[in-house]
């Protein structure tokens, strides 16, 4: 893993802005929807004015905690105020161990396509797809295969005959019975291979051959540009499913506008209502969008994606204190998942409410295609954050690298990965 | 205006152990009337004796009597969406997990009587201040009150709190359901403790300006809409000390240069509006007697106006 630090810009820093009070702007709307009988939303306003440095996140959270219990007095809570940001809670994350398997078993009741074999300090676990036997249709007829159990059973045994027993974890969503095989316990650092299904599996020793660039976004680029990275931030959001928060945007919008940092008739306005538009699902005019929203727009509707998998076992260092392991990714005609650790630096500050930074993940391939990334399965807990991101679009099957980038408000990784992937079925 | 004018003194009755008690509030003094030997109750709970909910009462409002919290979730007036009272039957609703809820069961006046319940164990830090001495926390000094009565000094030079204790969450709220007019005299406490900080400059003052500027915003807001439905955006100056209060139309806003001290001279006595005028200051002369500024629905020149009492 090759890891180049691009900027060692100073991390981002709250300031203060001349000629605006953004904490008593944020009391003041507060008290206006009090008095309206309005929930009181200032999350994504406070989010907002820490993004470009006009409030401190302390302050922000203050203000945003004292507000809320004022609206929970008289049931005016914001209702969507735990449609935050994503940000893993601080955990150590250790580096992964990503095994490719690409092994298709048969069974009575149908196949198990192993794809790859997870392994960290905290967890191991099998990425599977299980696709059950056809059956005929005729009723008279005897069946042909066995009906697939709902939870299939697996059993590990390592390299010293220890026998694991798992349980499976199913993908949301997925056509394909795609899931997860969780050993019990952890697998000893030294397991040289396990035996699934009879198959003998040698996990991997390194990481595969990526590159990591780390980048500390410029803070003293001007509140313009800070806002515009914020609104940013807010779109990619967007696409994680639990965060269909349509205020988000425009509510940063208005805030940025009311700062006076962004002229609510700006081409840069406008584009950004757009791109909120099609992350709704509404088709837009290409011309309104920027050029990134219009690859996101071109590639919505493919279905071209290739059928597979590849392992990428790759670990970032800490970008605003937050560290990422991607392990792998599986490709499907209609879209591309990522299957990822992340966690904050334990003992970092987290200011709750609205000190977090968004956290997103976007990739560009190398034929320019962009791709937005949503959480659509993930945990967030004493061990950090675990799930899949799953991107909007499939991976155009002629790209030969994607890079895939972890990003906040304050800083990104970008993960560069070369994909070798072929087809499987 | 000054102290206490326009707050008539009111008592809470209270479900005590197993006694009807009645926390008494007057003069900008709270009173568990019915504990006249309050030290030693504390020190009895502190040593794990059922806690007395009248001295919970008098400790939380202790604790928050220059906090400015309180302003935030307080009601700004009529105009506002009430407060939700939880519970059925009375206007003190106690919470259900703080230490302070484990004790305090208030009978409304003319309601039900309720049985006294204990909802967790003790009512650790409720009434014990830090370290474990019992009203060693903010206002120490309880002393007789007229020869009876534990009491907590209000006015004069106040050895204030800052917030709320670890574990005290829900602590203001609850007072702030408390019936009988207390939540109005615990906001009145309030800001007559932060307008003596700023007239004494405390160095606590700069820092707290935004929130002092905003629980005069909100209920000078409350107070426009229900005088002359103001509907032009409104921009509130926080006037220093010895500034002079004014309001103006502009560029079709409405410029407002308030002291903090406003609220206590005017919102709080009620006189904000008087006659169908806004009260921009008030000050007794003397003699039953308050001299207003006021000025009309048109924002025009300010004229005084007099109230006397015969």
Known sequence: VLVVHASSVPVWEAGHVTGYDAEWQLCRRAEDDLLAGRPVMLHERARALVAVGLLTPERAAAVVGRYRRAGQLRGLEDPREHHRGYRPFAATLSPPRVTECGQTIELPWGTVTLHYVISTREQTAITVRLTPASRPRDPHRPQAASPMPSEPNLTVTDDRGVRHATEYSPS?????????YVLAAPLPAHTKWITVFDQRIELAAEADDVSVLIEKFDPDVGPAELAERHLNRCLEALSTPSYRYQEAVPLAVDTFVDAGILDGNSEVVKQV??????LHGESVAPGELSPRWQSVQARRAARDGRLAAQAIGAITPYFDDLRVALLAVRSSPSDLELDFAAAAQPGSESIPLVGDSMFTITATDDRGNEYIGG???????????????????????HAARLDIRLATDRAQATVRVPLRWEDSS | VTGWDGLAPTELPIRCGQQDHRVVWAGGELIAADHPDADRERALTALGADPFPCLDLLDAWNRHADDLDVLVLANRGAAEVPLRLDGSDSAWAAGSSAAYSSSLVVR???????????LMGGSSGASVGPGGQGGGFGWTSYSPLSGSGARAFVGGPPRMVFGPEPGQDGEIERLLRAGSGLPERLVATVIAAWVELIDTFDVRVPDAETELRAALYGRLMAVLQGWA????PVDLTLAGPGQVSAVSRADGRIQVALPFSWLRDVWVPGLATVFGRLCLSAESTGDDQWRLQTVGPDLGPARTMTITLD
């Open chain 1, 172 to 180: 949301p969503g997925d056509d394909h019975w795609s899931g997860r």
């Open chain 1, 273 to 278: 209502a757009a791109a909120a538009q099609l």
């Open chain 1, 375 to 397: 959480f659509t399965e993930f945990n967030n807990g004493a061990e950090g954050m675990r799930g899949l991101a799953t991107f909007n679009a499939p991976v155009d099957p």
């Open chain 2, 108 to 118: 409304p006046r003319g309601g039900r009587r309720r049985a006294p319940r204990r």
């Open chain 2, 229 to 232: 439905n103001v509907s032009a």
